[in-house]
């Protein structure tokens, strides 16, 4: 029987027309796990699909919801039915808009801060202790809505810098699952990704 050590959620919408936005940061990071751990998605039902991954010898499931975002609390509640896996092991990672380019932070529960991704998982959970990886890909420009700003699709510079904030915030992740909640954000929220620099002169 597989015993789930951790299970971790990226949030975000399916379909090709939402791969390059800033509100599929989620997906990013699971996608990247998955590569780097020997996952392959494989079709669960129509709320999500999944991969098994071992990290640190710990062995768990990505989950990558199909839901669109303001239902991923059906995509998350069968992983935690039956208290297969305790909240304390559950990582949800998204897209905040009010954090930076480049900034991440790592908490232990909270509010949703108006994501409806996270609305709807605390819906579906009976509570919002649940931990969270908040990935930045703000500022919203003035005068823009935030709901078209995370829907847009990121010029190339843009993208490339979030390309460089996910890879650092799977290093997070991975920390989490080895050292728990507590060695992860002393190590990572206080840290800030520096932009690449052009070297060409």
């Known amino acids: 029987m597989f015993i789930m ?57 990505l989950v990558k919801p199909r839901t669109y975002m303001n239902r991923s609390g059906a995509a998350v509640a069968p992983f935690m039915a039956d208290g297969k896996v ?3 092991r559950l990582l949800i990672t998204l897209d905040d808009f009010v954090l930076p380019l480049g900034h991440i932070r790592l908490r232990p529960r909270g509010s949703d801060g108006g994501h409806n ?23 919203v420009p003035a ?5 078209d700003f995370v829907l847009g699709e990121m010029v190339a510079e843009i993208e490339r810098d979030a390309l460089k904030m996910v890879q650092h915030a799977s290093k997070c992740v991975s920390t989490w699952v080895e050292h728990g909640i507590n060695v992860a954000m002393n190590r990572f929220n206080s840290r800030i990704e ?8």
């Open 5 to 61: 050590d951790f299970v971790i959620v990226g949030l975000g919408n399916p379909g090709a027309e939402y791969e390059t936005t800033r509100h599929n940061i989620g997906f990013w990071i699971v996608d990247v796990l998955a590569g780097k751990y020997g996952g392959r998605w494989s079709h669960g039902d129509d709320r999500f699909i999944s991969t098994r991954a071992k990290i640190a010898g710990y062995d768990g499931v």
């Open 86 to 88: 305790k909240t304390a």
């Open 117 to 139: 991704g996270l609305k709807s998982i605390a819906s579906a959970l009976g509570h919002a202790s649940y931990p969270r990886l908040r990935l930045g890909v703000g500022p």
């Open 143 to 147: 005068g823009e809505d935030p709901a």
């Open 194 to 201: 520096e932009p690449p620099t052009d070297e060409s002169g």
